[in-house]
């Protein structure tokens, strides 16, 4: 990105910015210095660094980089897990991830990574009639991070990734019941699995994996 094509010429300790890398870190804006098609096509990985970022740094993505995005998600698809899986985490470990998470699934990336997030939008939960699952999910995940300074916790992924993972059965445990009511009956079960098989795929350490699933199956 610009913000990062800066530098400093040695020994005059001339300042070189040629893509405008300072104005646009004073106006918190992530652009890429060619063409976003370009940038993205020679390290696709750079999509998910700047949802990443925008957790991070608070920045925003200018309109043609996030179109670049959504147009070249599929991309995403050539990386390794374990780069994928490394990004996710630095980005789930920003003071607030709330905004990474929904480039990525505004951007169509999520669907590729992390697709259990996405298809959580079409859930409707059952305590909070007025949101749905993918917008709770976003909001117990910042009340994780809330709760650690009580709990002597800094930056803890296992507590993260469950909350992001704590509802992903719900979609394949939807029930309507008798009335109107919606029911999830054993979600937590069935999340569990999932939330197992997706830390697996993203190729997480077993200790990791083993702890996010047993904490999705008692979530409730």
Do not use: C
């Not at 992530?30 to 999509?47: A, C, G, N, Y």
């Not at 374990?82 to 991830?97: G, I, T």
């Amino acid at each position: 990105f610009t913000v990062n094509a800066m530098a400093l010429r040695l020994p005059s300790r001339t300042f070189v910015d040629p893509h405008s890398g300072l104005r646009d870190l004073l106006l918190q804006t992530l652009k890429t210095p060619s063409k976003p098609e370009i940038s993205f096509s020679d390290d696709p990985l750079r999509m998910m660094r700047a949802a990443r970022f925008t957790a991070q740094l608070g920045f925003e993505i200018e309109p043609e980089t996030f179109d670049a995005m959504r147009s070249m998600a599929d991309r995403i698809k050539i990386i390794s897990a374990e780069r994928v899986r490394d990004e996710l985490s630095k980005l789930l470990l920003a003071k607030d991830p709330r905004p990474g998470l929904e480039i990525l699934v505004d951007s169509g990336i999520a669907e590729l990574v992390i697709p259990e997030l996405p298809a959580l939008k079409l859930e409707a939960d059952e305590h909070h009639h007025h949101k749905d699952v993918y917008q709770h999910t976003l909001t117990v995940v910042a009340q994780a991070i809330d709760y650690e300074k009580d709990y002597g916790l800094h930056q803890d992924l296992v507590l993260r990734l469950a909350a992001l993972f704590h509802d992903i059965g719900k979609p394949a445990t939807k029930r309507l019941e008798p009335g109107g009511a919606v029911s999830f009956y054993h979600n937590d079960v069935v999340g569990a699995k999932l939330a197992k098989k997706r830390l697996q795929e993203l190729k997480f350490d077993n200790d990791t994996i083993k702890a996010v699933a047993r904490l999705v199956e008692l979530h409730l």
